[in-house]
């Protein structure tokens, strides 16, 4: 058998913790995709990471945090010694709701 999510609004969170068992209790569900773009990796000599793109559409600082070391856990187990990362917060629709960048800037240890 098969288990299926789509993001979005169709409580796939609430699937997972309740049908499954499969997210701990306290974790968050993302998601950590690696690109090997050629010009990247030409010039940089690496894979580049990027988490949650769309998971999650406004986290909060605590789960910003979780989601930064998933992907950092992740880069490492590709064999990257010492990651880097940059905190990025956008949304597919403009809101004047969402406070996504100042967490970001917070995460960082940014003020």
Known sequence: MAIVLKTGN????LLLEEATGLLPA??????V?????????ARHGKLLFAADVAIIPEPDLPTKVQILEYCLAAARSFGVAAPRAA?????????????SGKSCSAAAGSP
């Open 33 to 41: 995709r690696v690109f090997e773009l050629p010009a990247h990796v």
């Open 87 to 99: 905190l990025l917060a956008a949304a597919s629709l403009p809101s004047s709701s969402y406070t």
């Open 10 to 13: 169709c409580g796939a969170l």
């Open 26 to 31: 306290g974790r968050v569900l993302s998601h």
